[in-house]
Each structure stands twice: as C-alpha cells, then as structure tokens.
C-alpha cells in the first residue's frame, strides 16, 4: 500500500511539521526580502481528489502568523462534490480568513483544473489570476456564487471572476498550487511559470520571488518550482516488476485518463519502463462529455484489439467515459457512455479468446451507478465509495476470484495471471482462489 499525499498532508499538519515544512519556510522568507504578496490557489472543497479546503485554512493561518499579505484564488469545485456546494464552502471560507487575506478571483475547475489542452480555458483563469483581467467582475466571492447559481451555473463551470479592485500579481510576489495531484494542475502551472510557455500569450509575467507548490506535479514543473512535499520514491511497481522480469507491456487511454495508465501507476514516473509502450488516444474536443458520450472509445479498442494481438504480456487500459460523463450528471447520457464501454469491451473478450488470455475488468471507485443525489434529488456528479466488481475473464477454467480484496490486491493479481512471483514491497495478496 501506497500512503497517498491527501494522507501525508494530513498528518503533517495535525502533528504541527506543517508549520515547519522547509520549503514553506522559503517561500515565507522569500517574501520577507521583496515585501510581496503570497497568490495562493487552491480547490474550495473537501473532495480530497485534488485538494481540500482544511489544507488551505492551515496554510492561511500560517502565512498569516508570519505576516505575509495573501491574494486567494479561489477554485470552485461541483465535480468531486455536489454541484452548487461551493456557497457552504466559501461561505465557512470566508469566516475562517485569517488577518491579512483576501480573495482576489474565484474561478471554476472547469477553466483553472483543464487537463486536456483546452489552452483558452486556462486563459481565461490564468488572466484573472496573473493579470487581474476578466470578462466578469464581482465586488465579493457571496455576489459570484449568487449571480452563478441564479443563471443555473453549477460551481465547476463558474467563469473566471476578478473581485473588487485586485489588479494583479506584481513582480517579487510568489505563486502556492495547493492542489496535491498533478494531472489537473499542470498546465495552469505551466502558464505561470514555464520559461518557453508559448500554449497562449500570457504577456509579461511578474517576476516570482518564488513558486511553490503541495507536491511535484514532473520532472520539467521541478525547473521552475519548489515542493512542500517531494515525491517518494516506490520501488518495484506493477510496471517496474514486469520489466525487470523481462516482459512487455502496453498501456492505453485516451487523453482525459493516459496520466493514469503511466504517470500514476508507475508510482508518478514519468519515463516508460524497459518493454513499455503506450498509446493516448485524444479525448473529443467538446464542451462537456454528455455531448459525446461515446468519447473515444471507439479508437481506444481498436488499439486494444491490436495490442492483444501483437502478443504483449501486460496490458493496462482506461476506458473514461463512465467516470467523466458519470461527472456530468446527465443520466440518459452516462447510459450511452457505458454502452459504449460494453460495445468495445465486446470486441475486446472477442479478441482475448482468440489468443487465449486473461483479463480483470474494475475500478478504483465508482460514479456513473449513481447518477441521482438521493439526498437532494438532483444531479450527483462525484465520485461515490460503493464497492466496485472486479471480473476475471479467460484463463485457466478453475480459476475464479475470491470475494472481498482491495485495490493493493490488484497488482499481486496480475502477477499470478502471469505466473510471476511478486516483489516484497507488495503488501496485497493475490485475489485467484
């Protein structure tokens, strides 16, 4: 089992470390030298998927304590909670601000937390937030929530709002990411402080007296920023296990989930393994994915089919459209992305006979299998806890899968499937019975 950084975070501000993280102190006292301001951005939720709101309070308390001024860029959330919950979050936000902070922009994920190079999203929120520019403008964070829910605009598509009279970062201010997962906070970071970045004009940047952020985000991020929470190495991962044992490998998804077949399962290495190829698949180019349900799964097992045909001895593939058209809470549209999942999972088993292999079909959560909030009675666009199947197919005929498991079991599962021992640092057990 891997401790995640929501988990690591935690724990660091509850026993005070927090307060003295190395990285947090230099960025403190970077400006102490130039007398700036501290731009914090950070999710307004308590999802805990790319943030949580408890970290950015402990954050504020303790710039505050060191007599740094602070600008918050507040990002609106409604995908990994309910919809239209950002007014209880900023509202307790808002009773919560220590001694000099203010909010200078609120903005929804939907621009800020892009992730599929729509680069005029992240214009949008770049400009707010480094430029103070805005199509809109509000005098509180209270009037965007009111104005937003009014013309039925759920908090992940708020636009980019600049509030009251911030005109925007000046040179020797420093910049703080507060999101501790990287996929969805690269390519704003990359706006603001990527020497080469030419995605969009983002004109003349303030000079940062420092960039900061709650983890590394990759290796080219590490260029030009710092870490509260330097990644942990992890030593032989699924990927890395299968090499070093001499196998193939293949990994798959198209744009919206490819970080989450390489980046993140091989234990946020960026670099393929020995033997590893892959192939990212782009993700329509869409306003939301109700609008094409079927997203690129079509493409995607047309990749599967080839790779299982090619002989490769791993193959790791994401099919997106549940979780990301599940997000929408469009039901009659989440029942047209699993049909598509089903039509290409067809193909798939079709193909595996042939060749005579084995696969587990899951998840590592649910969403689209709840697509009505039972409390509220409207759309449920997050991520839910209800248990997930598992489903071996192929393989040997007395083969099955014991009930129960974990996701750590996984991996030691695909290794017995390969009639491969698995490393020490594998805490699961193998679920084959």
Not at 298 to 312: L, P, S, W
Request: hydrophobic share 40%; with cysteine; net charge negative.
């Amino acid at each position: 089992v891997v401790a995640m950084d929501l988990g690591q975070i935690d724990l660091a501000i509850e026993d005070g470390s927090y307060a003295n993280n190395p990285a947090l102190m230099d960025y403190i006292g970077s400006l102490k030298k130039t007398d700036g301001r501290a731009h914090v951005m950070s999710l307004i939720s308590d999802g805990g998927v790319h943030g949580h709101i408890a970290h950015l309070i402990a954050t504020l308390r303790i710039l505050s304590d060191a007599g740094v001024a602070v600008v918050l860029h507040a990002i609106t959330d409604g995908r990994d909670v309910a919809p239209s919950s950002a007014a209880d979050f900023l509202y307790r936000l808002i009773g919560d601000l220590p001694n000099g902070v203010v909010i200078g922009t609120v903005t929804g994920r939907y621009f800020a937390m892009d992730r599929d190079n729509r680069w005029e999203r992240v214009a949008t929120a770049y400009n707010a937030i480094v430029n103070g520019v805005s199509d809109v403008r509000a005098d509180t964070a209270e009037e965007v929530i009111k104005s937003n829910y009014a013309a039925d605009v759920s908090d992940e598509f708020i636009p980019a709002t600049v509030l009251g009279d911030y005109q925007g970062a000046q040179d020797g201010d420093a910049f703080f990411c507060m999101n501790f997962r990287a996929d969805r906070a690269r390519e704003i970071l990359r706006a603001i402080g990527e020497t080469e970045f030419d995605e969009f004009d983002v004109g003349t940047r303030p000079q940062w007296s420092m960039v900061l952020g709650m983890v590394e985000y990759s290796t080219s991020h590490n260029d030009y920023m710092r870490t509260c929470f330097p990644k942990q190495k992890h030593v032989n991962t699924l990927g890395e296990w299968v090499a070093k044992s001499g196998k193939s490998q293949f990994r798959l998804a198209e744009t919206e989930k490819y970080p989450h077949v390489t980046f993140f399962l091989n234990g946020g290495k960026e670099q393929p393994e020995e033997g590893e190829a892959r192939y990212m698949a782009p993700s329509p180019k869409v306003a939301t994915y109700d609008l094409q349900p079927e997203m690129s799964a079509g493409e995607v097992t047309d990749e599967f089919v080839q790779a299982i045909e090619a002989g490769y001895d791993l193959i790791v593939t994401n099919y997106a459209n549940p979780d990301m058209v599940g997000h929408t809470g469009d039901l009659n549209a989440a029942i047209k992305a699993c049909e598509a999942v089903d039509q290409g999972l067809g193909r798939v088993l079709a193909a595996l006979e042939n060749v005579g292999g084995a696969m587990i079909v899951t998840a590592d959560h649910g969403n689209c299998e709840t697509m009505i909030d039972p409390e509220t009675g409207g759309p449920h666009t997050a991520h839910t806890i209800n248990l997930v199947p598992a489903v071996l197919v192929g393989g040997d005929a007395n083969t099955i899968l014991r009930n129960g498991g974990r996701l750590a079991d996984l991996a030691p599962t695909l290794l017995d499937l390969m009639q491969l021992d698995k490393p020490t640092e594998m805490t699961g057990e193998s679920l084959l019975v």
